[in-house]
C-alpha cells in the first residue's frame, strides 16, 4: 500500500487544464517538499517538479505543481497530446526512512 | 552528456541471485547519491535503495531488506545492486537513478529528488 495516494485516471480535450491531487501524510509531504515525475509509454521517468513548484530546465511552463498541508497538485494547462503520460508524485518520509512513489495518473488527451 | 546505463538483467529461478550494474557518465559520479527503483509490470514506481555517495549511508524498502545489497565503485564510476533470494514478486523493471546534488546537505531529505534516470533493465523471477 503505498503512503502517497493518487487518482488513477484524469482527462481532458487538447488546450484544457487538468489537475491531479496527491494525497499523503506529515511524514512525506508534511515534512518534505513533494516532486512529480512524467512517465511517457514505453519509457523511463523523467523528472517534471521539484521541491514543489520547480520545474527543471526544459519542462514547459504549462506544468505547475503546488502544495498545502499533507496534499500537492500537478496542474497542466494548455493540455497537449504529448502529455498522454502517467504522472508520479514522491517524497522522501521520515517515519518509512524511504523514498515514496504515489499510485500514479494516467492523463488521457480526448 | 549525463548518462545512466543499466545491465545485469535477465531471467532468474526463484530464490536464484542476480547482480545489476549502472555505469554512469558524463558527470562527477563520486559526488552524488543514488538510487535504484523499480517498477513491475503494468504497475507503479518504488524506490527499492539509496547509497549516499562516499558508500557510508544506506537505506533500503523493508521489502528487500536482507536480501538485496546495494554498493558502488567510485573509481569506475559504477553502481550496484546484488539482488539474493528472488521472488516473482521481485519481478520489474529496474532503474538506476541519480539523487539531484544535495553537497554537505546529503543528510537532509527536505529536497530529495532524482534527477537523472536511466533506461532500465528488466528482471524476471520465473521457474
Known amino acids: 500500500q503505498s503512503a502517497l495516494t493518487q487518482p488513477p485516471s484524469v482527462s481532458g480535450t487538447p488546450g484544457q487544464r487538468v489537475t491531479m491531487s496527491c494525497s499523503g501524510s506529515?511524514?512525506?509531504?508534511?515534512?518534505?517538499?513533494v516532486n512529480w515525475y512524467q512517465q511517457l509509454p514505453g519509457t523511463a521517468p523523467k523528472l517534471l517538479i521539484f521541491?514543489?513548484?520547480q520545474r527543471p530546465s526544459g519542462v514547459p511552463e504549462r506544468f505547475s505543481g503546488s502544495e498545502s498541508g499533507t496534499s500537492a497538485s500537478l496542474a497542466i494547462s494548455g493540455l497537449q497530446s504529448e502529455d498522454e503520460a502517467e504522472y508520479y508524485c514522491?517524497?522522501?518520509?521520515?517515519?518509512?526512512?524511504?523514498?515514496?512513489f504515489g499510485t500514479g495518473t494516467k492523463v488521457t488527451v480526448l | 552528456e549525463v548518462r545512466l546505463v543499466e545491465s545485469g538483467g535477465g531471467l532468474v529461478k526463484p530464490g536464484g541471485s542476480l547482480r545489476l550494474s549502472c555505469a554512469a557518465s558524463?558527470?562527477?559520479?563520486?559526488?552524488?547519491?543514488m538510487n535504484w527503483v523499480r517498477q513491475a509490470p503494468g504497475k507503479g514506481l518504488e524506490w527499492v535503495s539509496s547509497?549516499?555517495?562516499?558508500?557510508?549511508?544506506?537505506d533500503y524498502v523493508d521489502s528487500v531488506k536482507g536480501r538485496f545489497t546495494i554498493s558502488r565503485d567510485n573509481a569506475k564510476s559504477s553502481l550496484f545492486l546484488q539482488m539474493n533470494g528472488l521472488s516473482a514478486e521481485d519481478t520489474a523493471v529496474y532503474y538506476c537513478?541519480?539523487?539531484?546534488?544535495?553537497?554537505?546537505?546529503?543528510?537532509?531529505?527536505?529536497?530529495?529528488?532524482?534527477?537523472?534516470w536511466g533506461k532500465g533493465t528488466t528482471v524476471t523471477v520465473s521457474s
Open positions: 558524463g558527470f562527477t559520479f563520486s559526488s552524488y547519491t
Open positions: 514522491a517524497a522522501w518520509d521520515d517515519s518509512l526512512n524511504a523514498y515514496v
Open positions: 506529515r511524514p512525506n509531504i508534511g515534512n518534505n517538499a
Open positions: 547509497i549516499s555517495s562516499s558508500g557510508s549511508d544506506i
Open positions: 521541491a514543489k513548484h
Open positions: 537513478a541519480r539523487r539531484a546534488y544535495c553537497g554537505a546537505d546529503c543528510y537532509l531529505y527536505y529536497y530529495y529528488y532524482m534527477d537523472v
